[in-house]
C-alpha cells in the first residue's frame, strides 16, 4: 500500500505524521509539534481520527495493544486517555472542557473502556483522535498563559498551581495560586486562592519557587517561538524537579491592547453637561458642537495645536455615551495637563499659558454678557416651534443651535479658567458662589410648582429650571420630582432674573453662559421633535421618537424632502450600554479600563465638613430619595440631582469638577461635596456613616455613627 493511503492503527508522538492535525487531532499535534522542537513533552501515541470510529476502532487489536503494552509496561504503569479533536486547541476557541480525559487507566480492559468513553465525547463523525500517554506522579502542576489573557498585557507570564497534578484546577475545584511574572521569571505579584499573599517573599507563597517559576517562563518563551504567539499551557513538575509539558494551544480571547498613545478617555467634567445615553441625534446636535466649542477654546488659549485637534477629537461619544480627552482637559490622573480648562483647581493649576490670550481674560465679562445678549434676541427672533414653522426654517433653527453651542461652549470653557475670584464662576469662585443656574433654577421650580402651575409649563414660565434636567429629544424635558425642596435662603431674589429670561441678573459669566447653554439644547431638542412629529405625520416615519435615531444631515435632508435610511428602525436609540468606566482607552470598539494610579483621586469642591450614612446612587432606580442626614454618593454629578441637595449631609461623586453645576450649588447649601473619589461606589456600602471633608477632599469611613439626620459637622 502506498505511503499516502496507508492507515495507521496508532501514531507515535514522535513520528512527523502525529504533527497533522486532521490526522492525530490539534491536541496530539501540538504535542507533537513542540517535541521536535525539544519541548518537555512525555512519549505517547495517538489512535488517529480515521480509526476512532466504532466500527474500525479496534480493527487492529494486535498493533493497538502493543503500542499500550509498551507505554504502559506491560499494563503496570497507569495511562492517560485524553481527546484530541480536530475541533479543540484552535486560536479562535479553545473548546476547552468539551471533551472527555480519563485518567489513571490500568489495565487493558480500563483502557479499552477508556477509548470507548473518549470516542463517545466527539462532536461529529471524522473529528476526534484519542492521545495515550504514561499517567504522570506529579508534585505541582497547573496552568500557564504567556500573556495576560484579563489585561491584554503580552509582557506578562501568568500562571495558576496547585500540589499534585493540575486536573483539579482545570476542572475547576480549586483555585490554586496565582503568579504573575515577567517575560524573564522575575515574580511581580501573588495570589493565594484565600486572597493576596503577605508577609513572606514572594517566592514562598504557593507551590512553585521562583527557581520553577523561571523554568516556566522561560517553558513560556519557547512555546511562544515554536507556535507563532502566547500559549496556554498545561504543565505539571515531577518528583524530581523536572518540568513537563501536558498540552499547549494558542490563548484565545486575549483582550486588545490599545494603541500606542491612545488618549485616556472618561465621562470626568462632560458627563455633567450629558449625564445619559445619547441617540445618533443627539450626539449630532450636542456633543459635536461641545466638542468644537472645547476644540477652539483650547486653541485660542495655546493650550493644543489645532493640528492635534484635528487628530483626535476632545469630545467623543462611546457606545453612546459622552466621553472627553481627560488629559487634554486636564482633568486626568498623573502628571498635570498644560491645560485645566474644565477642572481648575486648586488655583495655581490655573492656564498655564494664560499670557498668550493679552486681554482676553479682561475683555471676558464683557464678551459673556454681549454673547448672552445676543442669544437672548436671537431666541426671541426665531419661529415658534408650532405647526406654523416652514420645513426650512425648521431646518434653519437647527443649524442656528448647533453653531450657537459651539460658542458658548468655548466661551464657557475660557471664562471657567481665566475668570478668577468671588463670583466670577471661574478657576478661583471655589468657596462659594454668588449664585448658580443649578440654584436659581431650583428655586424657581419650587416657586412654580407652589403656584400650582403642571410640569410641562413650567420652562416657558421659568427657563432657569432647565439647568436642573439632561437635554432630551422628547415632547417635554424631565424635570425633578415632584415635592422637590426649594432652596432656602439668598437666592430667590436673584432667581427672579433668571426665571424670567432675563439677562445676568445675579449670575456670574460661566453660569450666565451655561443657563444659555441649556437653553439652545431645549431649543435643539423642541425642533428636532417637532420635525419627528412631522414626518411621522406625512408617512416618512412610523413614530416620532425614531427622529432621535436619525444622523443630523440624514435629518436635513428628510427636511427637503428625502429619503430616509433603509436602517432606521433597527438602530438602538438611544444604545442601552453600561456606564463607563472613570478612566479608560479603546482598543478598536472595545473599552479597556484603565488601572487605578495611586491615591483615590478626590479632588475637594467645599461645603464644609458633614457625617452620615452612605445613601448610593444605585438605590435611586426607584422613588425611594436619600433620608435627610445622608452622604450621597453618585458616579457622575447629573443636574437631576439638584433637587436632593439641601437635605443631604455629604455629596461624593467618582469623576466630575468642583466648578459642576452641582458643586457650585451643593457649596451654596452649605453641603460638603468631594468630587473624583475612584472607586467610591464599591468602597462604601449603603449604610457606612462616612466623614466627608470639603475643603480637603477626605472621606473617611466612621466606625460608628449617628442615625441619619442626628449630626452634621461644622
Same mark, same amino acid.
Given at each position: 500500500?502506498? =505511503?499516502?493511503?496507508?492507515?495507521? @492503527?496508532?501514531?507515535?508522538?514522535?513520528?512527523?505524521?502525529?504533527?497533522?492535525?486532521?490526522?492525530?487531532?490539534?491536541?496530539?499535534?501540538?504535542?507533537?509539534?513542540?517535541?521536535?522542537?525539544?519541548?518537555?513533552?512525555?512519549?505517547?501515541?495517538?489512535?488517529?481520527?480515521?480509526?476512532?470510529?466504532?466500527?474500525?476502532?479496534?480493527?487492529?487489536?494486535?498493533?493497538?495493544?502493543?503500542?499500550?503494552?509498551?507505554?504502559?509496561?506491560?499494563?503496570?504503569?497507569?495511562?492517560?486517555?485524553?481527546?484530541?479533536?480536530?475541533?479543540?486547541?484552535?486560536?479562535?476557541?479553545?473548546?476547552?472542557?468539551?471533551?472527555?480525559?480519563?485518567?489513571?487507566?490500568?489495565? @487493558?480492559?480500563?483502557?479499552?473502556?477508556?477509548?470507548?468513553?473518549?470516542?463517545?465525547?466527539?462532536?461529529?463523525?471524522?473529528?476526534?483522535?484519542?492521545?495515550?500517554?504514561? =499517567?504522570?506522579?506529579?508534585?505541582?502542576?497547573?496552568?500557564?498563559?504567556?500573556?495576560?489573557?484579563?489585561?491584554?498585557?503580552?509582557?506578562?507570564?501568568?500562571?495558576?498551581?496547585?500540589?499534585?497534578?493540575?486536573?483539579?484546577? &482545570?476542572?475547576?475545584?480549586?483555585?490554586?495560586?496565582?503568579?504573575?511574572?515577567?517575560?524573564?521569571?522575575?515574580?511581580?505579584?501573588?495570589?493565594?486562592?484565600?486572597?493576596?499573599?503577605?508577609?513572606?517573599?514572594?517566592?514562598?507563597?504557593?507551590?512553585?519557587?521562583?527557581?520553577?517559576?523561571?523554568?516556566?517562563?522561560?517553558?513560556?518563551?519557547?512555546?511562544?517561538?515554536?507556535?507563532?504567539?502566547? =500559549?496556554?499551557?498545561?504543565?505539571?513538575?515531577?518528583?524530581?524537579?523536572?518540568?513537563?509539558?501536558?498540552?499547549?494551544?494558542?490563548?484565545?480571547?486575549?483582550?486588545?491592547?490599545?494603541?500606542?498613545?491612545?488618549?485616556?478617555?472618561?465621562?470626568?467634567?462632560?458627563?455633567?453637561?450629558?449625564?445619559?445615553?445619547?441617540?445618533?441625534?443627539?450626539?449630532?446636535?450636542?456633543?459635536?458642537?461641545?466638542?468644537?466649542?472645547?476644540?477652539?477654546? +483650547?486653541?485660542?488659549?495655546?493650550?493644543?495645536?489645532?493640528?492635534? #485637534? $484635528?487628530?483626535?477629537?476632545?469630545?467623543?461619544?462611546?457606545?453612546?455615551?459622552?466621553?472627553?480627552?481627560? $488629559?487634554?482637559?486636564?482633568?486626568?490622573?498623573?502628571?498635570?495637563?498644560?491645560?485645566?480648562?474644565?477642572?481648575?483647581?486648586?488655583? *495655581?493649576?490655573?492656564?498655564?499659558?494664560?499670557?498668550?490670550?493679552?486681554?482676553?481674560?479682561?475683555? !471676558?465679562?464683557?464678551?459673556?454678557?454681549?454673547?448672552?445678549?445676543?442669544?437672548?434676541?436671537?431666541?426671541?427672533?426665531?419661529?415658534?416651534?408650532?405647526?406654523?414653522?416652514?420645513?426650512?426654517?425648521?431646518?434653519?433653527? #437647527?443649524?442656528?443651535?448647533?453653531?450657537?453651542?459651539?460658542?458658548?461652549?468655548?466661551?464657557?470653557?475660557?471664562?471657567?479658567?481665566?475668570?478668577?475670584?468671588?463670583?466670577?464662576?471661574?478657576?478661583?469662585? &471655589?468657596?462659594?458662589?454668588?449664585?448658580?443656574?443649578?440654584?436659581?433654577? #431650583?428655586?424657581? +421650580?419650587?416657586?412654580? $410648582?407652589?403656584?400650582?402651575?403642571?410640569?410641562?409649563?413650567?420652562?416657558?414660565?421659568?427657563?432657569?429650571?432647565?439647568?436642573?434636567?439632561?437635554?432630551?429629544?422628547? %415632547?417635554?424635558?424631565?424635570?425633578?420630582?415632584?415635592?422637590?425642596?426649594?432652596? %432656602?435662603?439668598?437666592?430667590?431674589?436673584?432667581?427672579?432674573?433668571?426665571?424670567?429670561?432675563?439677562?445676568?441678573?445675579?449670575?456670574?459669566?460661566?453660569?450666565?453662559?451655561?443657563?444659555?447653554?441649556? @437653553?439652545? =439644547?431645549?431649543?435643539?431638542?423642541?425642533?428636532? @421633535?417637532?420635525?419627528?412629529?412631522?414626518?411621522?405625520?406625512?408617512?416618512? !416615519?412610523?413614530?416620532?421618537?425614531?427622529?432621535?435615531?436619525?444622523?443630523?444631515?440624514?435629518?436635513?435632508?428628510?427636511?427637503?424632502?428625502?429619503?430616509?435610511?433603509?436602517?432606521?428602525?433597527?438602530?438602538?436609540?438611544? %444604545?442601552?450600554? *453600561?456606564?463607563?468606566?472613570?478612566?479608560?482607552?479603546?482598543?478598536?470598539?472595545?473599552?479597556?479600563?484603565?488601572?487605578?494610579?495611586?491615591?483615590?483621586?478626590?479632588?475637594?469642591?467645599?461645603?464644609?465638613?458633614?457625617?452620615?450614612?452612605?445613601?448610593?446612587?444605585?438605590?435611586?432606580?426607584?422613588?425611594?430619595?436619600?433620608?435627610?442626614?445622608?452622604?450621597?454618593?453618585?458616579?457622575?454629578?447629573?443636574?437631576? #440631582?439638584?433637587? $436632593?441637595?439641601?437635605? +443631604?449631609?455629604?455629596?461624593?461623586?467618582?469623576?466630575?469638577?468642583?466648578?459642576?453645576?452641582?458643586?457650585?450649588?451643593?457649596?451654596?447649601?452649605?453641603?460638603?461635596?468631594?468630587?473624583?473619589?475612584?472607586?467610591?461606589?464599591?468602597?462604601?456600602?449603603?449604610?457606612?456613616?462616612?466623614?466627608?471633608?470639603?475643603?480637603?477632599?477626605?472621606?473617611?469611613? +466612621?466606625?460608628?455613627?449617628?442615625?441619619?439626620?442626628?449630626?452634621?459637622?461644622?
Amino acid at each position: 500500500m502506498p =505511503q499516502s493511503t496507508r492507515v495507521f @492503527w496508532t501514531i507515535d508522538l514522535d513520528d512527523p505524521l502525529a504533527t497533522v492535525p486532521d490526522r492525530a487531532g490539534a491536541k496530539a499535534a501540538n504535542l507533537a509539534r513542540a517535541a521536535r522542537h525539544g519541548l518537555p513533552v512525555l512519549p505517547g501515541f495517538v489512535i488517529p481520527v480515521q480509526c476512532v470510529s466504532s466500527d474500525e476502532r479496534y480493527a487492529n487489536t494486535a498493533e493497538l495493544r502493543a503500542a499500550w503494552a509498551r507505554l504502559s509496561h506491560g499494563g503496570e504503569r497507569p495511562v492517560v486517555v485524553r481527546s484530541s479533536s480536530t475541533l479543540e486547541d484552535g486560536a479562535a476557541s479553545s473548546m476547552a472542557g468539551r471533551f472527555v480525559s480519563v485518567l489513571d487507566v490500568l489495565g @487493558w480492559p480500563a483502557f479499552r473502556a477508556a477509548v470507548d468513553e473518549v470516542a463517545a465525547s466527539a462532536t461529529g463523525p471524522g473529528t476526534m483522535a484519542v492521545l495515550v500517554q504514561p =499517567q504522570l506522579d506529579a508534585a505541582a502542576g497547573g496552568v500557564m498563559f504567556g500573556a495576560d489573557p484579563v489585561d491584554g498585557r503580552t509582557d506578562r507570564v501568568i500562571v495558576s498551581a496547585v500540589p499534585g497534578g493540575p486536573q483539579a484546577l &482545570v476542572g475547576g475545584e480549586v483555585d490554586g495560586t496565582r503568579y504573575s511574572l515577567t517575560r524573564r521569571g522575575r515574580i511581580v505579584g501573588v495570589e493565594r486562592d484565600d486572597g493576596p499573599a503577605g508577609g513572606r517573599e514572594a517566592g514562598e507563597q504557593g507551590p512553585l519557587t521562583p527557581l520553577r517559576l523561571r523554568a516556566l517562563a522561560r517553558l513560556a518563551a519557547r512555546a511562544a517561538a515554536v507556535f507563532g504567539g502566547p =500559549q496556554d499551557v498545561e504543565f505539571a513538575f515531577d518528583h524530581e524537579g523536572r518540568l513537563w509539558m501536558l498540552q499547549s494551544r494558542p490563548v484565545t480571547a486575549l483582550a486588545p491592547l490599545p494603541p500606542r498613545r491612545a488618549p485616556l478617555l472618561g465621562p470626568g467634567p462632560v458627563a455633567e453637561t450629558l449625564p445619559d445615553p445619547l441617540s445618533p441625534l443627539e450626539e449630532d446636535l450636542w456633543l459635536v458642537p461641545l466638542d468644537r466649542g472645547l476644540g477652539e477654546a +483650547l486653541a485660542t488659549a495655546g493650550a493644543v495645536s489645532r493640528r492635534a #485637534l $484635528r487628530r483626535s477629537p476632545t469630545v467623543r461619544a462611546v457606545g453612546g455615551r459622552a466621553a472627553a480627552d481627560l $488629559r487634554r482637559l486636564g482633568a486626568g490622573p498623573g502628571r498635570p495637563s498644560r491645560l485645566r480648562l474644565l477642572n481648575p483647581v486648586p488655583p *495655581a493649576r490655573r492656564l498655564r499659558v494664560a499670557w498668550l490670550v493679552g486681554r482676553l481674560r479682561a475683555d !471676558l465679562p464683557a464678551i459673556a454678557a454681549g454673547t448672552a445678549a445676543a442669544v437672548d434676541a436671537d431666541l426671541a427672533a426665531l419661529p415658534r416651534v408650532d405647526g406654523r414653522i416652514t420645513d426650512a426654517e425648521l431646518a434653519g433653527a #437647527l443649524r442656528w443651535t448647533r453653531a450657537t453651542l459651539t460658542s458658548l461652549h468655548g466661551l464657557e470653557a475660557l471664562a471657567g479658567s481665566l475668570l478668577t475670584g468671588p463670583g466670577a464662576g471661574g478657576a478661583g469662585d &471655589v468657596t462659594g458662589a454668588q449664585g448658580s443656574a443649578a440654584a436659581q433654577g #431650583l428655586a424657581a +421650580l419650587a416657586r412654580e $410648582r407652589s403656584l400650582g402651575r403642571d410640569d410641562a409649563g413650567i420652562p416657558a414660565a421659568a427657563p432657569a429650571v432647565l439647568a436642573l434636567s439632561p437635554p432630551v429629544i422628547g %415632547p417635554v424635558p424631565h424635570l425633578p420630582p415632584a415635592g422637590a425642596p426649594g432652596v %432656602p435662603g439668598g437666592t430667590g431674589g436673584a432667581a427672579g432674573g433668571a426665571a424670567g429670561g432675563g439677562g445676568l441678573a445675579g449670575l456670574p459669566p460661566r453660569e450666565a453662559l451655561r443657563l444659555r447653554v441649556r @437653553w439652545v =439644547q431645549e431649543l435643539g431638542a423642541r425642533l428636532a @421633535w417637532a420635525a419627528g412629529r412631522r414626518l411621522a405625520a406625512s408617512g416618512a !416615519l412610523a413614530r416620532p421618537e425614531l427622529v432621535r435615531a436619525l444622523r443630523f444631515e440624514e435629518l436635513m435632508t428628510a427636511l427637503q424632502g428625502g429619503s430616509l435610511p433603509a436602517d432606521l428602525e433597527r438602530r438602538p436609540s438611544p %444604545p442601552r450600554t *453600561a456606564p463607563l468606566p472613570a478612566a479608560f482607552r479603546l482598543a478598536g470598539d472595545r473599552i479597556v479600563a484603565e488601572a487605578a494610579p495611586p491615591g483615590d483621586g478626590a479632588r475637594p469642591a467645599g461645603g464644609g465638613r458633614g457625617a452620615g450614612p452612605v445613601f448610593r446612587e444605585a438605590e435611586q432606580s426607584g422613588p425611594d430619595v436619600p433620608p435627610p442626614g445622608s452622604v450621597l454618593v453618585v458616579r457622575t454629578l447629573a443636574p437631576s #440631582l439638584a433637587a $436632593r441637595l439641601p437635605t +443631604l449631609a455629604g455629596l461624593v461623586a467618582e469623576t466630575g469638577s468642583p466648578l459642576s453645576h452641582l458643586a457650585i450649588l451643593a457649596r451654596e447649601l452649605g453641603v460638603p461635596t468631594v468630587v473624583g473619589l475612584r472607586g467610591a461606589l464599591d468602597r462604601f456600602p449603603p449604610g457606612t456613616h462616612v466623614l466627608v471633608d470639603g475643603d480637603t477632599g477626605r472621606v473617611e469611613p +466612621l466606625p460608628a455613627g449617628p442615625r441619619a439626620g442626628e449630626e452634621s459637622v461644622a
